[in-house]
């Protein structure tokens, strides 16, 4: 399985909508997640499913990736679901590059997944894992050291698991989220941070999304198209970040101290060249 490179917002949308499908390269995320499980209901799971594979098919024939620019995924129900392995076969069979699989738990749950991969003839597909059970949270170092392509963490679902509250704050999950972005980075994948469930709040998305940026993440959920553009400007680097950036790294290499009244030392110049 393959890696993802950069992803500063993963783009949920329902596997009911083709007309919404068909936007992907208008909304212009990094990644997009045409989605079977949370927006679908158990009734609609099967034309979901066909309606989802011939949308991102349709795509793909308009453009030169099925998004565009965008990489295009298909979230799949849980491994064990009754729908998981007819899901995973039909991704297999449209122009999807791979899946996204919710509430990936335990090494069992990484077996079966790579057996359904395996039975498709799908050894290629990029594979971004939820991260929001909390097993899965407290088991997290070893499922992403499997050779995922990346990990979201579901702060909504990881809650309700654990029995607690969601607050404002956040601080109910800090732990959790701090677990799935190490365990990314030691893994050598893209982290993604939590979804804002609530669509009025630019300020909002901008604070818990910089909140995310300080503890490691790379980008965030996005669970409306306007949030997009709202990752997008929090996960890119301003002009004034990159400058300091690239005076940081020329001091670090001239042997200069102090950049901006700041000390430089090897540690400053690391972030910057992350930057």
């Not at 936007?23 to 034309?47: C, G, M, S, T, Y």
């Not at 620019?69 to 979230?75: M, P």
């Not at 910089?210 to 503890?215: L, P």
Request: glycine share 10%.
């Amino acid at each position: 399985m393959a890696a993802l490179n950069r992803v500063r917002s993963l783009l949920f949308m329902p596997g009911t909508r083709s007309d919404m499908i068909a936007k992907i390269p208008r909304f212009a995320p990094d990644v997009a997640a045409v989605d079977l499980e949370d927006a679908v209901a158990p009734a609609d799971k099967e034309q979901a499913r066909a309606t989802a594979a011939a949308a991102i098919d349709a795509l793909a024939a308009g453009t030169p990736g099925p998004g565009g620019s965008t990489t295009v995924l298909i979230r799949v129900n849980p491994v064990g679901s009754p729908w998981f392995t007819a899901d995973v076969a039909a991704a297999a069979r449209c122009a999807a590059a791979g899946l996204v699989v919710p509430k990936l738990s335990s090494s069992q749950d990484l077996h079966e997944l790579r057996q359904a991969l395996a039975e498709n003839g799908w050894t290629g597909a990029l594979v971004v894992a939820g991260i929001e059970t909390a097993l899965g949270v407290a088991d997290a170092r070893a499922l992403l050291a499997g050779g995922l392509a990346g990990a979201y963490f579901g702060a909504e679902d990881y809650i309700a698991d654990i029995g607690g509250q969601r607050t404002g704050a956040g601080t109910e999950v800090l732990y959790a989220r701090s677990q799935v972005c190490l365990a990314a980075y030691l893994a050598g994948v893209p982290a993604i941070d939590q979804a804002v469930v609530g669509l009025g709040d630019d300020d909002f998305f901008r604070a818990d999304a910089q909140a995310g940026r300080a503890v490691g993440y790379q980008g965030k959920i996005c669970i409306h198209p306007r949030q997009v553009e709202l990752a997008h400007e929090m996960f890119t680097p301003t002009p004034g970040e990159v400058a300091h950036a690239e005076a940081v790294v020329a001091a670090g290499a001239a042997g200069v101290a102090v950049v901006d009244g700041q000390m430089v030392d090897s540690v400053h110049v690391k972030m910057a060249q992350s930057v």
